[in-house]
């Protein structure tokens, strides 16, 4: 519900602060007292169009601050939270807007910054306002279906479920089919490569084995070729070997003549033993440094052949192997898309009629409930004083969708043989927001805004029309807000709080405020609006019977 406004520089208001409580309440003044005033600041607070107009003369800015008590499974809080906003748990949400005189609004919602657009979306689905041209609310065909579904108490979760479930296999189904498309055009190219890469059958890491090979037995051939010659240069008959022996036994038959030969002869010994040491390392050399020509040939070949496909695909020469299974797998995905469609499709048939008589089923109650609606609301007419006209829920098909295929509209006509057509056909302003009540009443089990605002709903009518409407709103107000703006003393009478709107002239220029009434002063205003500028005693009676019935 709307706890506070609080008005700032708004056209004839300076400053106003006005509290709120449930039930029903009215506001009523003098013609021209500013009671448009206040449906434009609260406008203005909910997300209307920012107009500089409605700056007051002399000032930079006007602001406009609404205070709204809402239940903690408020859909407008769900919306909040979509937004990243968070008001305080169990505090009022205060909404905010401002507008400057030379152009330009802000709007903000639990101190935070917010877009206008936030603004419309929580407005209209916490406070509900009903005039002539007011183009939300029933007013609005796309909100009618769920009106009605509210209405008769129907649940399309089964048909929004049913309808999830065709979505996702279609999905499923074109996501497949786009694979098993693709997937055709790669079909041959597939096929060469996965056969090429199969053929060589590389093995993950094994192009690092055939390099370390390789580098080893090339290193061999180099080292090897220093080798060549050794064994002549050493051993055989005029090898250093032999020689060295030889030496040796010259000096063995005079060492024992001299002490420098005996040394000399030890060092030819140690030199045959270290010669001899050597020629055996040597060889062991040689048959190590050994290998295969042909061996080299072969790594070098199947070396060079994985390097040069790894290239060709792209990938390094160990990602070889699992490129050729990912190609192998993409081929047997191909063969079994064909049957993966052919089970998907049959799935999406059964959703499809799954949903259809979901839908068909939702549609059928949908026609029950409206005939109730019809006839509720044909009952409110009468009394409404809108006896030639008539009401009636039109269908219309449909875009399947989470809400079944059917279009829902109100319509009207206004008088006998007239064909029917939107509620916004009816060109009387007073007309219109009779109609608007007669219709919230009828729907009123089927839940509302919180708030419910009509502007002058008792235009040109008195008398028991205008008691009639006043005991509507009344049984509104029983289980939500209602404010009305009324020149009926019928409808004041029954309000549980009465605000008086006046407006005043100083050397300052002129002011409108507002102030709730006493009962006292409650009997004096439904006299005034009775008999008019000169109140008389018969009006003040009358008044007091108005409001002692009520």
Known sequence: MLRQLVINNVVLVERLELEFEPGLGVLTGETGAGKSILLDA?????????DTGLVRAGQDMASVTAELDLADDHPVLGLLREQGIAPDPGEPLIVRRTVKSDGGSRAFVAGSAAP???LRDLGALAVEIHGQHDDRGLLNPKGHRALLDAFGRLDPSAVAAAWSDVTRIEAELGEARAAVAAAERDREYLEHASAEIEKLAPEEGEETTLAEERATMQAGAKAGESLTGLDELLGGSDGALAQLRQAARRIERGAADHPLLGEALASLDRAVIEASEAEERIARAADALAFDPARLDQVEARLFD???????HRVEPDALAALGAQMREQLAAI????DHIAELDLALVAAREVYSAEAAELSAARREAAAKLDASVAGELAPLKLDAARFRTSFAAAEPGPSGTDRVDFEVSTNPGAPFGPLTRIASGGELSRFILALKVALAEAGTAGTMIFDEVDRGVGGA????????????AQSSQVLVVTHSPQVAARAAHHYRIEKSHGSDGTRTSVRKLSDAERREEIARMLSGASITEEARAQASRLLDAA
């Open 465 to 476: 029309v205008a008691s009639a409407i006043g005991d509507r709103l009344w049984r509104l």
């Open 335 to 338: 063969e079994a898309g064909g």
């Open 306 to 312: 994985i390097r040069a496909l790894a290239r060709k």
């Open 42 to 50: 609260l406008g203005l607070a909910l997300g209307a169009r920012a």
């Open 116 to 118: 206008a657009s936030l």
